[in-house]
């Protein structure tokens, strides 16, 4: 009873809706529905009459407005994730959905090595060179994942170390909740590269 009282009035809900989406273009309506208290069919009726398409497309356009460059290190299908931003020898960020091939069966608990594989291959992406190869990394694992959940990297370039390695730091966050923390050092053909 005490969540009726709590319900909003359509035109508020869809209000917020809207202003949910544009702050966190990646929500799923799965998370939409459990932060409004609504069936996940009510918020799908909702984007409808507001225009709003659904997750994949809102990626798309997300991913369409803000690159314009490819990766060079390795085949972008190589790239554990879906890239959705980049900026060569900059910037990068993909999105990783933890599905039951990605957890342990007895607790549902994403394995390590596919956070490790999301967050090392956005290092080699993000790196402009034919060849980017890693020589170093070092790991914190800060929270468990859960089946379901919705991984974003997020790779930045710092620059090169005393022995010429391009250093990328890549975090993993779920709701904005840091999950993964990671420094690579990169090896790449062409050593001159950005000095």
């Not at 956070?115 to 090392?120: D, I, K, P, T």
């Not at 790449?188 to 590269?193: G, I």
């Amino acid at each position: 009873m005490g969540s009726v009282k709590l319900r909003k009035s359509k035109a508020e809900r869809q209000q917020l809706l809207k202003q949910t989406i544009d702050e966190t273009p990646f929500i799923t309506d799965e998370q939409l529905s459990r932060r409004f208290g609504v069936s996940i069919q009510t918020i799908r009726l909702d984007r409808l009459e507001l225009s709003i398409p659904e997750l994949r497309e809102r990626i798309k356009t997300v991913a369409s407005s803000n690159w314009n460059e490819t990766v060079r290190a390795l085949p972008l299908e190589e790239v554990i994730g879906e890239v959705i931003d980049l900026e060569l020898d900059k910037r990068a960020i993909s999105i990783l959905d933890i599905r039951p091939e990605h957890v342990f069966s007895r607790n549902q608990i994403a394995r390590g090595h596919h956070l490790f594989a999301q967050a090392n291959s956005l290092a080699v992406a993000v790196i402009n060179d034919e060849l980017a190869l890693t020589a170093k990394s070092e790991l914190k694992f800060t929270r468990q994942v859960k089946e379901g959940e919705r991984v974003i990297a997020k790779a930045t370039v710092k620059g090169r170390n005393e022995k010429g390695l391009t250093i990328v730091m890549v975090d993993s966050f779920v709701d904005n909740e840091k999950v993964l923390a990671g420094q690579f050092h990169m090896y790449q053909a062409n050593e001159n590269k950005g000095e």
